[in-house]
């Protein structure tokens, strides 16, 4: 699992309330990814980040923000939560010598 | 932007059959990777296959194999001999190459997933 611990597993949460999901790694990859996994659309990317405080957008950033202060931890954070964005969440790394994506357990987050 | 679909929502295979999932791509690159990954019921992604556009010769690993028409944008997976363990969610998965540089080297575009049910 390339040493990729999510937290948490499931959450459920209002409508217009904050909400953060860690991503942690324990093996000192640059490369740190975000997606979320939704019937009928696969996982896609949220945003990644390809060193510490260097972060950019994927293709459903809309309504999210991440963070890297240090390399072994990326934050998601959803400022003001929609029921829309209720879905699976997965960190992915890209390993620094294989090159290949290991992921996260994913987190289950339901809005209600 | 690269896209892949996956035209088959769900299949089904008989134990010990062969069965094919299909997946079609779009890429302006000529250099890039193609995968194959399996999701079980406990959600955990599994990289079952994986094909290098420049390799001509299709990717093989034990049971599960791969068809790969790169002129015309097609990225298949055989499974032969099949299990009941093998009964999951199967995503196609593209990823650039090195060599096209930018920060974005790594992300990778899924297909919208294949449900495999495996009977005995």
């Known amino acids: 699992d390339a040493g990729i611990t999510q937290s948490p597993r499931h959450k459920v949460t209002e409508t217009g309330t904050p909400v953060t999901l860690r991503c942690h790694q324990t093996?000192?990859?640059?490369?740190m990814y975000w997606y979320r996994q939704d019937p009928g659309h696969g996982l896609r990317l949220i945003h990644y980040?390809?060193?510490?405080?260097?972060?950019d957008k994927g293709e459903v950033s809309d309504g999210y923000s991440v963070s890297r202060s240090k390399t072994e931890d990326f934050l998601l954070t959803l400022e003001s939560a929609t029921s829309s964005q209720t879905s699976v969440y997965f960190c992915?790394?890209?390993?620094?010598?294989?090159?290949?994506?290991?992921f996260g357990q994913g987190t289950r987050l339901t809005v209600v | 932007a690269q896209t892949v679909t996956q035209s088959q929502p769900e299949m089904s295979v008989q134990e010990a059959e062969t069965v094919t999932l299909s997946c079609t791509y779009d890429?302006?690159?000529?250099?890039?990777?193609l995968f194959w990954y399996k999701q079980p019921p406990s959600r955990q992604m599994i990289l079952v296959i994986r094909?290098?556009?420049?390799?001509?010769q299709n990717a093989t690993e034990n049971r599960f194999s791969v068809n790969f028409q790169k002129a015309a944008k097609s990225f298949s997976l055989k499974i032969s001999d099949s299990q009941l363990g093998d009964a999951a969610m199967y995503f196609c998965?593209?990823?650039?190459?090195?060599?096209?540089?930018?920060?974005?080297?790594?992300?990778?575009?899924f297909g919208q997933g294949t449900i495999l049910t495996v009977h005995p």
């Open positions: 890429t302006s690159e000529s250099d890039y990777y």
């Open positions: 980040s390809y060193g510490v405080k260097d972060t």
């Open positions: 992915a790394i890209k390993h620094r010598v294989s090159t290949e994506a290991f």
């Open positions: 094909q290098e556009a420049y390799k001509q």
């Open positions: 093996e000192n990859h640059r490369y």
């Open positions: 998965a593209y990823r650039n190459h090195p060599n096209a540089g930018g920060t974005s080297y790594g992300k990778l575009t």
